[in-house]
C-alpha cells in the first residue's frame, strides 16, 4: 500500500466517515502526516530536509516574500 493511501485510511480511521472534515483542513492534515512520518519527532526537520532550496520554483517564493517586505 502507498503511503498516502495509508495516510487516507488513517485519515477516515480518526473520524471523517461523515465528511465533517473540509478539504482545506483534510490536505494540511495530509501534508503533516506525510512529512512527519518516518520521523514523527522531526517534523520541521523532515519538511526542511524536503526543499531543493537551489530551484526555480523556491526562486519565484523568495521573490515573492521580498515584495512583501
Known amino acids: 500500500m502507498s503511503k498516502l493511501k495509508c495516510i ?3 485519515i477516515l480511521c480518526l473520524g471523517d466517515k461523515d465528511g465533517r472534515i473540509t ?3 483534510k490536505s494540511k ?3 503533516r ?3 512527519a512520518t518516518p520521523y514523527p519527532d ?5 519538511i526542511i530536509d524536503s ?3 537551489n530551484s526555480s520554483e523556491f526562486e519565484k517564493l523568495k521573490e ?3 515584495q512583501a517586505e
Open 23 to 25: 478539504t482545506n483542513n
Open 33 to 35: 502526516i506525510f512529512m
Open 8 to 10: 487516507d485510511s488513517y
Open 64 to 66: 515573492f516574500i521580498k
Open 29 to 31: 492534515a495530509k501534508f
Open 51 to 53: 526543499i531543493d532550496f
Open 42 to 46: 522531526r517534523y520541521v526537520s523532515s
